[in-house]
């Protein structure tokens, strides 16, 4: 064990749960890349050269439509790049004109690149990637200069960097530098998701966004899945309990997930489905945004919130998540906790706010996501991950 120490949670857990890297409260050890981390590599640098080489579809983007201006972005990304996306439906919020954005797990870089046509020229994408070969880096770097020229950008807004989303700043991304983070179907491929969400927060400014679609169970996911390699690789056995993620969001100071869309996705072989189904597992594929927000925002109260327009297509329709959305120039009263998003992230362009005496109750509970995508209460997502 290079981690010490027997509690479930914390840096100090089991070897298993350990970031890769060295960590300040584990007596200041170097720790081998874990063997989870070597195993994914293999995954995306050997193993898996085209979408084809899945076992499953969990990570395979569908072929469904796109808002144009998602459609233009996509037609213009090289072909070798498209050939090796094992992302789920692009990643793209809203509002991104002159945004920075990180993606963690960049892959080949189609995200990256697509999103580099989205924030247009004084944006900035930067991919972060910890597998050289095959599927990621070295394919992303190698068409940095064709979507450059593509696009018309006199200089690159995209660039890639080697390193482990669990450790954010030593890959030398700096602390309150991003706009928005996304990521697509990799977290789940973490042993911990804790450190990708603390260091996320880290990185992110003060109001930023952390958008991101992945694999949810719904229960803690038993051991004899977690050491199945190839569900592992194929974004199904590391899926986090979704209740989790409310309780690390919370623990490194994120404000709750918004869930906006949500799916559960089918097995492409019989075989996979037996296993996973037999003791009753589900496993779905949802976006959450989770924001980062100055203090003061705890202080928000209830008030009514009317979208002016002005985003790129949502003229009619802006949906913060699947509970509140916004049609153009209707107020509405909001929670206190949708009240601090409005005021403190970027989306504070498009509304405009006013005190109001009456007050919109939270609901209780968190929304079970397999609930809602089973009861159709939720948008179906038009990708599996
Ligand atoms: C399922 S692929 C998704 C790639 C990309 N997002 C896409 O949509 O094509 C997973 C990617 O995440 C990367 N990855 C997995 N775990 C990682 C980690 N802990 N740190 C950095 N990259 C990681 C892998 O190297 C691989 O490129």
Not at 269 to 294: E, H, I
Not at 319 to 324: G, Q, R, V
Request: glycine share 8%.
């Amino acid at each position: 064990m290079s981690c010490k120490g027997s509690q479930p949670s914390g840096c100090c857990a089991p070897k298993a749960e350990c970031p890769p890297e060295k960590t300040s409260c584990c007596g200041g050890q170097e720790p081998k890349p874990s063997a989870v981390h070597d195993q994914v590599k293999d995954y995306y640098g050997k193993r898996v050269v085209t979408g084809d080489d899945l076992q499953t579809n969990v990570c395979l983007m569908a072929k469904t439509k796109k808002p144009a201006y998602i459609r233009e972005a996509l037609a213009m990304i090289h072909d070798e790049v498209q050939s090796k996306y094992y992302g789920c439906g692009l990643i793209a919020p809203e509002a991104l004109p002159g945004c920075s954005i990180l993606d963690l797990g960049s892959g080949a870089g189609m995200d990256c690149f697509v999103l580099s046509k989205l924030v247009g020229p004084n944006g900035h994408v930067t991919g972060l990637d910890m597998t050289d070969e095959q599927a990621s880096l070295d394919v992303a770097n190698k068409h940095i200069a064709y979507h450059m020229e593509k696009f018309g950008y006199k200089e690159p807004n995209v660039n890639f960097i080697k390193g482990y989303i669990e450790k954010m700043v030593a890959a030398g991304l700096k602390p309150n530098s991003f706009d928005i983070i996304v990521s697509n179907c990799v977290i789940n491929l973490c042993p911990d998701k804790r450190p990708v969400l603390s260091d996320a927060y880290a990185v992110l400014k003060e109001g930023g966004e952390l958008y991101f679609s992945d694999v949810y169970s719904d229960k803690v996911v038993p051991e004899e899945i977690r050491k199945n390699e190839i569900l592992w690789g194929e974004c199904i056995a590391g899926a986090l309990y979704w209740r989790e993620l409310y309780q690390y969001a919370k623990e490194v100071g994120f404000t709750e997930p918004f869930l906006v869309e949500a799916s559960e996705f089918s097995f492409r072989d019989n075989s996979w489905k037996d296993m996973l189904g037999q003791d009753g597992y589900g496993f779905l594929s949802a976006n959450y945004r989770l924001f980062k927000l100055p203090a003061e925002a705890k202080d928000c109260k209830s008030m009514s919130a009317t979208y002016l327009g002005g985003i790129q297509a949502c003229e009619e329709v802006f949906a913060l998540d699947y509970k509140y959305k916004f049609k153009k120039n209707e107020a509405l009263v909001v929670p206190p906790h949708v009240t601090a998003v409005l005021m403190y992230s970027r989306f504070k362009n498009f509304f405009k706010l006013e005190e109001t005496t009456e007050i919109a109750k939270k609901g209780c509970g968190l929304p079970d996501p397999f609930q809602l995508a089973r009861s159709g209460d939720i948008e179906l997502k038009k990708g599996c991950c």
